[in-house]
């Protein structure tokens, strides 16, 4: 059982097959951000991709891990809440924002790293 109430296991584990769950203790602060945004937006927040463990398929192509395999999701949001999530998450200290706003699969990316990026894809 999940111990946050909007977001179940099954979205937060590894999803290559292992079904792993992330034990960094960043991605647990990250995660009782996400659920205070969720709690304060009052809109479900779909999670498109959280944990990746080493032999993901995606984290398997890079040279070095990235967030997903640390402290990152991807949640599916679009248009007005897509801005809602950036404010609050930039209000909440979270420094890594990637965004996605366009064709179908629009999302916005959120993880824990230290210093300040933001990026589109």
Not at 13 to 19: A, K, V
Not at 32 to 57: G, W
């Amino acid at each position: 059982m999940s111990r946050w109430k909007n977001f179940s296991d099954d979205e937060l584990n590894c999803r290559c097959g292992c079904g792993q769950s992330n034990p960094n203790p960043e991605f647990i602060e990250l995660m009782n951000i996400i659920q205070f945004m969720r709690d304060y937006l009052k809109v479900p927040l779909p999670v498109t991709s959280a944990y990746r463990c080493e032999n993901h398929p995606v984290e398997k192509k890079k040279e070095k891990a990235g967030w997903h395999s640390k402290a990152a999701i991807d949640l599916q949001v679009s248009r007005g809440v897509a801005h809602e999530v950036l404010e609050l998450a930039i209000k909440l200290g979270i420094k890594g924002i990637g965004v996605n706003q366009k064709g179908d699969h629009r999302f916005i990316h959120l993880d824990m790293r230290p210093e300040r990026m933001v990026w589109s894809y």
